[in-house]
C-alpha cells in the first residue's frame, strides 16, 4: 500500500514551500499511519487467528496419536466434541 503513495511522495518533494505543501504534507502523513494502523491490526487478527486454530486442532491430533488403530478421525472427533 505504501508504494502506492510514492508518486504522492515524490510530487511532494517536488512543491514550493508554502501553505498548500505543508497541508499536503500533513494529508499524506496522516494516511501513512492509517496505512500502518490498519496492518498493525490486520496482523493482530492474524495472530489471533492462528492462536485459536493451533488451539482447536492441538487437542485432535493428540487424541488421533492416543487412540487405538482402528478408532476413524471422525469417532475421534465427536468424542472430542462431546467432552
Given at each position: 500500500m ?7 511522495m515524490?510530487?511532494?518533494h517536488?512543491?514550493?514551500p508554502t501553505l498548500?505543501?505543508t497541508?499536503f ?7 501513512y ?9 490486520a ?24 487412540a487405538?488403530?482402528r ?5 475421534v ?7
Amino acid at each position: 500500500m505504501a508504494n502506492r503513495l510514492k508518486a504522492y511522495m515524490d510530487f511532494l518533494h517536488g512543491l514550493p514551500p508554502t501553505l498548500t505543501r505543508t497541508n499536503f504534507e500533513a494529508a499524506l502523513t496522516e494516511l501513512y499511519a492509517h496505512i500502518l494502523q490498519f496492518l498493525a491490526q490486520a496482523i493482530q487478527m492474524l495472530k489471533l487467528a492462528l492462536c485459536n486454530w493451533r488451539r482447536e486442532r492441538d487437542p485432535l491430533e493428540i487424541a488421533i496419536d492416543h487412540a487405538p488403530a482402528r478408532t476413524s478421525r471422525v469417532e475421534v472427533t465427536k468424542q472430542i466434541e462431546l467432552r
